[in-house]
């Protein structure tokens, strides 16, 4: 068997550097590796409407940020399918089956759900649709085979229910179903890279995020007011280096080359915190070296958005041609589900002979 990728993406608001670390930059690395024998690639606008009912056209505006996001990375939709989940119907079929294999409790301990009920404010309205997305996420892994979901660590408790359904429905049904594996990345900060904020998360529902799309302007203000070690108020003071969000994307994103171009006085990142750890050392001079180090990651991604941003009706005709491709694939396994499920009864001759024969008798 093949190892097949299946991941995605809410088309809540424009891609963020937390997406880009935590999924983005090694589904392209996948893409290219050629390990893979498919890549799919989702936009979940059907499971952002879970939490967004009242606001479609959110969700609808945000599809070609997303798409135009995902090709200025580096997505290529001749090496993956890029498809949007709400047109592949087959996807809501596989969940109405699911959702018999899993119980109310179950759903209640997910970890991200609780966490995602908490930071919505639902409490007790918390719409059914938004309750059970783990299975509608189990859905769209399962009916691509996926045996690889690359994400960030928030998915992790949605890649173990899926795994605990396919064990159920095998166990059940019958072996049809494969279990998949989270591929977090290698680096630990890149797992769930902080907001500007310093807050646990970057999200779009928070507010604290560096756009892969802002300016090269925006990015720089964004760094120069974000969060560092509130103590170290004179650069003399000695500073901290845990929980400064200013030094934990350094840990994401500098490499020890960038030294000698941005800033020579130092010869790696150990030099440079032990410095800040001492005192004399200003935030102001580290900001401007994650902004310099920002600036180069993005800027090649910024130039290639402008190109594909002048054919906009291109890229809904690759969204549209992935769909198709990506509904046959989920057609096909949803078939199979059917058959294990034993609901197939009009290809089933054996059946109706055998129906026949009984009432004849
Ligand atoms: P929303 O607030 O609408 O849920 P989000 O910013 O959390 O949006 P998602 O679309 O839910 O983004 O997540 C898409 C992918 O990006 C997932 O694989 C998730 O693990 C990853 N991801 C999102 N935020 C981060 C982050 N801050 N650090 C690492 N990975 C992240
Ligand atoms: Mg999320």
Redesign the pocket.
Known sequence: MGKIIL???????R?????Y????KRRVELQNSGEYDKVFIMI?DAQ?LT?NADNPEKIRQNIIEVALDYLSCGLDASKSTIFIQSQVAELCELSFYYMNLVTVSRLQRNPTVKT?IQ?RNFETSIPVGFFTYPISQASDITAFKATT???????EPMVEQTREIVRKFNSVYGETLVEPEILL?ENCV??????TDGKA??????GN?IYLSDTAEDVRKKVMSMYTDPGHIRIEDPGKIEGNTVFTYLDAFCRPEHFAEFLPDYASLDELKAHYQRGGLGDVKVKKFLNSILQQELEPIRARRKEFEQDIPGVYRMLKDGSDKARETAARTLAEVRRAMRIDYFDDRELIESQALKFKA
């Open positions: 991941t995605g993406d809410r088309p809540t608001g891609l963020h550097l937390g997406h670390v935590g999924s983005l979940a952002a939490d995602e930071m979901v690359p994400a960030g660590e928030d998915q990345p890149c797992q769930r890279l902080p907001g998360k970057m999200s779009k529902s928070l995020c």
